[in-house]
Structure formats: structure tokens, C-alpha cells
């Protein structure tokens, strides 16, 4: 088949662990050089290295936490740096905090969950979009939740949050196209890190609402995230994709 993504830069968020895994390995073996970006250095540079050695490919290793607006501009201004491009963006990083009731959401909790899920891919999307759109195009990954469509009482914040992260699917792809495309990759339960910490009937109750009867592997991920990023989707755009397993 080739390398779909040869010649490529990518950007992904929340890259150093769990999905966001699994896109810079998938991106790195179809030939792209990669921006790996989240909170932890340490981790980002492990998996840097992996890549690098692993297929030959460039690899960045970028300390972001994507819900503070400077530090989004201090990524795109790296990977421009090293790269001088960058053709894909996947806004992958992530995060829902636990509460006991609504009335008990602290502002502070609820501008962090908004912060990391809707400002900074809001952010990370102007500011890279725009560069994308005034040279060779590109392509933008949204990576929504099933929360979105279907708000659980202990996750409205973030329900809202991606909720917002698909409105802002739509607006981009009305702003930098016809050259850039922004799709929603919107997924359902996968067995990441964070799962493991899931009770034992939580992940088999969510299992069974899926048609697959299955969580998610996070390797599940990269057909949709390949398709996207790649050429493959070269008539696609504004578009939300349910990768949950049939879940209802």
C-alpha cells in the first residue's frame, strides 16, 4: 500500500500516551514525521525516541499543556521551527474530572475541562489552520466522545466541551477550506490508560451496549485517524464519525 502520509508532518496532541499513542506510531509507519505533544516531556521524548528508531522518521518531543493559550502557540511555533510545515493536526489531548453532584462543579474544575477540551484545539486549529490554508492545505482531526451526543450525569462538562469540539468541526471547515479539511473521529469506550482505573462491572457494562460486545483497543483508532489524515479522505470534510462499536 505504501507510505499514504510519506512527506507529511503531523501534530498530536496528547500524543504520549493511550490514542494519541497509537496515531504517532500509525502516522510515523506511513511515513510522516511527527510532533508529539503533551504535559509530560519525559514521555513524549520516550516515545519520540521509539518512533525514530522504529521507522527513520523525525520525531519532536514538545512539553504542551494544550488548555493554556500560550503554551498552544509556543507548540505551533515549534513544530514550524523544526519542520517549517505541518499537514496534519490531531487534537487528541483530553480530560473530564470527577464531581459527586453538579451544584459541587467549581469553576475552577469546569474551566479546566473547557480549557483542555474546546479552547486549546480551538487554539491549536486557528493558529495552525491558517498556515495550513495559506500554504499547501492539510488536514485537521477533531477527537470528539460519544458524550458529546449522549451526556452522562457525572460527565456534563466534558459532554459540553465535546459537544463544542464538534461545533468547531463545522466553523473550520467552513473557514479554511477549500485547501483544509476537518473531520471528528467521535469515540466511544476504549480500554486506554485511564480504563484500567474503571471498575470491573463499568467496563462490562459498557462492553454490552456495544454491538462489537467489545471495548476499544486503542490500535482500534488508527483506521479512522489514517483515513482522515491521509488522501483517502481527499472528499470529506465537516464530517463526524462514530467509532464506538455500535454503542447505544
Known amino acids: ?147 458529546a451526543a449522549h451526556p452522562e450525569p457525572l460527565a456534563v462538562p466534558y459532554a459540553a466541551a465535546k459537544a463544542g469540539l464538534e461545533a468547531l468541526t463545522g466553523g473550520f471547515a467552513h473557514t479554511y477550506g477549500p485547501s483544509v479539511r476537518v473531520n471528528t473521529i467521535r469515540c466511544g469506550p476504549f480500554d486506554t490508560d485511564i480504563a484500567k482505573a474503571w471498575p470491573a462491572e463499568m467496563r462490562t457494562e459498557l462492553a454490552r451496549h456495544t454491538a462489537l460486545g467489545r471495548l476499544g483497543a486503542p490500535a482500534d483508532i488508527v483506521g479512522a485517524a489514517l483515513f482522515f489524515a491521509s488522501d483517502a479522505s481527499a472528499y470529506c470534510t465537516g464530517a463526524t464519525l462514530a467509532l464506538d462499536g455500535g454503542f447505544r
Do not use: H
Open 1 to 147: 500500500m505504501g507510505k499514504p502520509l510519506s512527506g507529511k508532518v503531523s501534530v498530536v496532541t496528547g500524543g504520549s500516551r493511550g490514542l494519541g499513542r497509537e496515531m504517532v506510531r500509525a502516522f510515523a509507519a506511513a511515513g510522516s514525521d511527527v510532533v508529539i505533544a503533551s504535559r509530560k516531556l519525559d514521555a513524549c521524548e520516550e516515545l519520540a525516541r521509539e518512533v525514530r528508531d522504529a521507522t527513520g522518521q523525525r520525531a519532536l518531543a514538545v512539553a504542551c499543556n494544550v488548555g493554556d493559550w500560550a503554551q498552544c502557540d509556543t507548540l505551533a511555533d515549534a513544530a514550524y521551527a523544526e519542520f517549517g510545515r505541518v499537514d496534519v493536526l490531531v487534537n487528541n489531548a483530553g480530560m473530564s474530572l470527577l464531581y459527586p453532584r453538579l451544584d459541587q462543579v467549581s469553576e475552577a474544575m469546569f474551566d479546566k475541562v473547557i480549557a483542555t477540551n474546546l479552547k486549546g484545539p480551538f487554539r491549536l486549529s486557528a493558529l495552525i489552520g491558517a498556515r495550513m490554508a495559506a500554504g499547501g492545505g492539510g488536514s485537521i482531526v477533531n477527537i470528539s466522545s460519544i458524550e
